[in-house]
């Protein structure tokens, strides 16, 4: 069984930066790859950058590369996204899965992932 906290959400203007976290707690270190979704209102869950403890290059979502970066801290189970150059168009909840394989991969695919958590908002104005 497998929790995830997702923590730093908030509110920014467009140009901004923010910095989200999600610890993952049980039984995670038999491997795992991890991932950032988000949804807006009134439209679909989009994946966003996702990364595997095994290693590999992340994968990002076309609107999010060379603003996002997805990073994963092996000790403290901990994957992170800092968003940078916010656009208002970023405003969604923002959700962390994990998938718990070995050899999983980098994915963005809602159905790739298992556990989800429970979303932090984050806010972009204008």
């Known amino acids: 069984q497998v929790q995830l906290r997702e923590s730093g959400g908030g509110s920014v203007q467009a140009g901004g930066s923010l910095r989200l976290s999600c610890e993952a707690s049980?039984?995670?270190?038999?491997?795992?790859?991890m991932a950032w979704f988000r949804q807006a209102p009134e439209k679909e869950r989009e994946g966003v950058a996702g990364i595997s403890l095994g290693g590999g290059s992340p994968i990002y979502a076309d609107s999010v590369k060379g603003r996002f970066t997805i990073s994963l801290d092996n000790a403290k189970n901990t994957v992170y996204l800092q968003m940078n150059s916010l656009k208002p168009e970023d405003t969604a909840m923002y959700y962390c899965?994990?998938?718990?394989?070995?050899?999983?991969?980098?994915?963005?695919?809602?159905?790739?992932?298992?556990?989800w958590g429970q979303g932090t908002q984050v806010t972009v104005s204008s």
């Open positions: 899965a994990l998938r718990s394989s070995y050899f999983c991969r980098p994915s963005v695919s809602v159905r790739d992932y298992t556990y």
């Open positions: 049980g039984n995670t270190y038999s491997g795992y790859c």
